[in-house]
């Protein structure tokens, strides 16, 4: 059954402090994988996309790594700010699909105090 | 360019009433994608139309339904509400080109429908 799993829920932290999301995911065959930012009351946005033969990938402060083989991805953030304070959301694409075949994660909550 | 927008932006209605959801993709955009996203459920597919058909559906009841307009436009009506309806529903566009597997999705801001 395809699947993906976000964890942890969610997680409270420090601003300035460093911090990493997991995704575990179970679709097959896989195409991409996407981590998205939903700010509180906005859509998503789309931060960073991870296909098959990617291992790392920066935006900013955002750094996603993927491991096809063990099918599992991070987002890593660095030196976090009060505006990284949002719900992180994974979404992997069956490969040789249309946008109907996307898997959601049901996302981690980021907290970062001052 | 302008972004994705979605009329209204909240919304209140009791059981057993209809509802219509507008979007508006970015231009240029042939794809349109409708979601539920609920605390418990995370963000749910509903339909994807491209070029005013439907591409794709999720696993909704036939109470969920939508359509697009010749100028991408779409619209989503949700027949006879039932509480458990109550949810952002978020719609996002794309070029919608099958074989560009990068194909990004945007997202608009949602409307926030609550049924009593």
């Known amino acids: 059954k395809n699947q993906v799993e976000q964890s942890p829920q969610s997680l409270i932290i420090l601003e300035g402090k460093n911090c990493t999301l997991q995704?575990?995911?179970?679709?097959?065959?896989?195409?991409?994988l996407r981590w998205y930012k939903q700010d509180t009351g906005r859509g998503p946005v789309s931060l960073t996309i991870?296909?098959?033969?990617?291992n790392t990938k920066s935006n900013g402060r955002y750094t996603a790594t993927l491991d096809a083989d063990t099918k599992q991805s991070s987002l890593h953030i660095t030196a976090s700010q009060l505006s990284d304070s949002a719900s992180y959301i994974c979404?992997?694409?069956?490969?040789?699909?249309?946008?109907?075949?996307?898997?959601f994660g049901r996302g981690t909550q980021l907290t970062v105090w001052p | 360019k302008a972004g994705v927008t979605q009329t209204p932006r909240y919304l209140i209605k009791t059981r057993g009433q209809q509802v219509t959801l507008s979007c508006s993709p970015i231009?240029?955009?042939?794809?349109v994608s409708w979601y539920q996203q609920t605390p418990g459920q995370g963000l749910q597919f509903l339909f994807e139309?491209?070029?005013?058909?439907?591409?794709n559906k999720g696993n909704f009841p036939g109470r969920f339904s939508g359509r697009q307009f010749s100028n991408s436009r779409s619209e989503m009506n949700v027949s006879t509400l039932e509480l458990g309806d109550s949810a952002l529903y978020l719609c996002?566009?794309?070029?919608?080109?099958?074989?560009?597997?990068?194909?990004?999705?945007?997202f608009g801001p949602g409307t926030r429908l609550t049924v009593l």
């Open positions: 995704c575990n995911y179970t679709v097959s065959p896989f195409s991409n």
């Open positions: 231009s240029g955009h042939r794809s």
């Open positions: 991870m296909t098959f033969s990617e």
């Open positions: 996002a566009s794309s070029s919608g080109l099958a074989e560009v597997s990068t194909d990004t999705q945007y």
């Open positions: 139309y491209f070029s005013e058909t439907q591409r």
């Open positions: 979404v992997v694409r069956v490969e040789g699909s249309t946008l109907g075949r996307l898997y």
